[in-house]
Every structure is written in structure tokens, then in C-alpha cells.
């Protein structure tokens, strides 16, 4: 594999997992799919599209700095795979998006977490001219379009996603100076942590970044380590680094039996809580992927239980995710509403 001088080890951490595959050879992340290409850098880009539930538009970058056994994205995040981009062409896209936003949020609202919030993505009111149960009916009909993940409002965020390159925040930073200069949108970073130093985070603050999607991954290290190929030390300070800088912060992190079950999110719940209460906490269920197909999915059951003892905790904001993975029938999702309300997922 390519040898690199990698930007992290010279602020004093260890190098991420970032082996990609280009042509059925592996390469570092940093190679492969970011470079300088006549003076500018450039991505390589998976995909830019309006994505659902988040209700934003979404960057899908290949190439990623950890190898997380159940990446759900590892077809772009684990090989290099896409077109390459610069901040300019970025900016193009981020320009023509602004002009078809439908739902104006403000900076504190610039998370996946409030999503929901509006509008729950059925399409009922498109589709059948009527809301739907779970509609929180607060979103006009008219601002409801379809994209190709599904109906939804397009919010005023424009977010970073799929593979990880934050150890290298310049193409982030350039990116966000200039989404900022000529847009109304309010930009939002999902990430693993793993390349958010001190010096990474005060450079992205600068740039303009608005908000941070925080993938805790696991709370011990050793699980961190076997999920990603890397530790967390750095990533467990971060909801406290973030919100010191005055970054919106949410975050989420996986319900994965027999490995990152309800201690493991307590022990997650208990820092976000020390930081600030109002923190949104997603807890997505896992489903088999990548290298986990063998895993087992959680039980609403043990969904439910994590969501009490997280919320006997003092947070206030935390919600369950891929409900569909656990509420298959009828009589589950009635369990789910009489156990939580409906206002945990
Ligand atoms: S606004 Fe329309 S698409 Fe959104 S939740 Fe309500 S009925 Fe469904
Ligand atoms: S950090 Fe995200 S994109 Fe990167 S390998 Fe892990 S799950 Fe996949």
C-alpha cells in the first residue's frame, strides 16, 4: 500500500484504517480520493442528492479514514468510486440547490435530528391529498417534493457525508468558505471524529461550519477498535470540543447486540449529558452489512430499554432510529407508542 505522510501523526495521533480499493489494489484514503489537480483540490464525489429522512442535500464522499466492519456505505466508502470534484463544482451544486430549499431552519435546527420534526417523509400529502397519521402537520403540501429518496422537505443545509476525510479539513474548509459566501445554507459535517483534532476543529470553525453529525461508534476501546480498526480516545472528548467552539452538535450511535448494547450507550448518554442535556441522541438499530452479515438485529424490546435508561439519564433530546428494523407489525409499533410515546422515534 502506498506510504503517505499522514497529517494526524505530525499533530501527535496514530493514522486512521483509511485502505481503499482502486482496481483491486488497496491505497490510502487520502490518495485515492482526494488530491490536487491543477492547483485545486478535488474529491472524489459518489453522489450529491436531496437525501431522506435528513430532508437536506447530501455530498456522498468515497474514500473514508476508518474500515467500520458494518459500514453500510462501504461500496463507495471502502473503494474508490465516483467523480472527482472541486469546491467550485460543489459550490454549483450547493447554488442550485438553495434555489429549490423549501423549509428555512434556523442554525440550531441545522441537524438530521430535527428532520422529523417537520415532516416524516410518507408523501401522504402528495400521494393521497391528505396527511398522515404520523404527519406532524406542520410542513405545506407545496413544500413537499420528491426526490430520489422519496417525498420530504428540501431544508437549508447542505451536509458532508459517506466516507470520513476530516484529518484532512481543507477540502471541507474550502468548500464550506464558499457555500457560505454565496448561499443561505448552513453546512453540516457528518463524521466518525476520528480526524477531528484540536487544530482540524479550530481550522473548520474558521472555514464557517455550522454543525457536526457525531458517529460514536462504541465507548470502550477495545470495541472501537475491533468495529473501525482504530481507537476512540480522541472521539470521546469531541461532543466537549464541539459545543466549546459553538458548533451545532447531534449524536448518534448504532444498537449492535451482543457488542454496543444498552451499558455501552449509557456510558455514551453519560458524556453527552456531563456536556449538555439538550444534545439530540439518535439511537439507530443495526441491521447486517458488509462485514457484520452475521449479526443479529435488536429486539424492540432491548430498543426500548436503551431508550429509558438513556432518558433516566437527564438527556432530553434522544429518539430511536431505523424503526423498521425492529417494529415490524401492527402490534409492535402499538408496544413501541404505549412504551415510549411517539415522540421517541
Ligand atoms: S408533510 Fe406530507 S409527506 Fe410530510 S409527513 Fe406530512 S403528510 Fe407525510
Ligand atoms: S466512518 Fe462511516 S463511512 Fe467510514 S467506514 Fe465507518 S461507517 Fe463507513
Keep these: 500500500m502506498t506510504k503517505v505522510d499522514c497529517k494526524l501523526v505530525a499533530q501527535g495521533f496514530k493514522p486512521g484504517s483509511c485502505a481503499v480499493e482502486v482496481n483491486g489494489k488497496r491505497s490510502v484514503a487520502c490518495v485515492a480520493t482526494l488530491r490536487k489537480h491543477e492547483g485545486s483540490l ?35 466508502s471502502q473503494e474508490a468510486k465516483g467523480q472527482w470534484q472541486s469546491p467550485e463544482q460543489i459550490l454549483e451544486q450547493a447554488i442550485a440547490y438553495d434555489k429549490q430549499v423549501t423549509l428555512h431552519e434556523p442554525r440550531e435546527r441545522a441537524t438530521a435530528w430535527h428532520a422529523s420534526e417537520s415532516c416524516r417523509c410518507c408523501g401522504s400529502c402528495i400521494v393521497n391529498d391528505k396527511r398522515s397519521d404520523s404527519c406532524p402537520g406542520v410542513t405545506p403540501p407545496e413544500s413537499v417534493v420528491l426526490s430520489p429518496q422519496g417525498f420530504g422537505p428540501a431544508r437549508n443545509i447542505v451536509a458532508f457525508t459517506g466516507g470520513d476525510l476530516t484529518c484532512l479539513p481543507e477540502f471541507y474548509g474550502e468548500c464550506t468558505r464558499l457555500i457560505k459566501d454565496r448561499t443561505k445554507l448552513w453546512v453540516l459535517i457528518e463524521t466518525n471524529g476520528y480526524g477531528l483534532t484540536s487544530r482540524n476543529l479550530d481550522y473548520l470553525q474558521e472555514s464557517g461550519v455550522d454543525a457536526f453529525w457525531l458517529d460514536i461508534k462504541a465507548f470502550d476501546p477495545r470495541t472501537h477498535k475491533w468495529l473501525t480498526g482504530c481507537t476512540n480516545e480522541s472521539i470521546l472528548h469531541l461532543p466537549e470540543e464541539m459545543v466549546k467552539r459553538g458548533f451545532v452538535l447531534e449524536v448518534l450511535s448504532l444498537y449492535i447486540p451482543n457488542l454496543v448494547e444498552g451499558d455501552e450507550l449509557v456510558n455514551i448518554a453519560r458524556l453527552i449529558e456531563k456536556v449538555d442535556r439538550t444534545i439530540p441522541f439518535t439511537v439507530l438499530a443495526f441491521f447486517p452489512e458488509y462485514r457484520m452479515r452475521d449479526y443479529q438485529t435488536p429486539t424492540i424490546e432491548k430498543m426500548v430499554e436503551a431508550y429509558k435508561r438513556i432518558k433516566s439519564l437527564g438527556l432530553e433530546n434522544v429518539r430511536l432510529g431505523n424503526i423498521g428494523v425492529f417494529v415490524r407489525t401492527e402490534e409492535d409499533r402499538q408496544y413501541l407508542s404505549s412504551q415510549l410515546g411517539d415522540e421517541a422515534y
Design 42 to 76: 478535488q474529491r472524489l464525489i459518489s453522489a450529491v442528492h436531496l437525501s431522506r429522512p435528513e430532508n437536506y442535500l447530501s455530498i456522498y464522499q468515497s474514500g473514508c479514514n476508518l474500515s467500520c466492519r458494518k459500514c453500510h456505505s462501504w461500496y463507495f
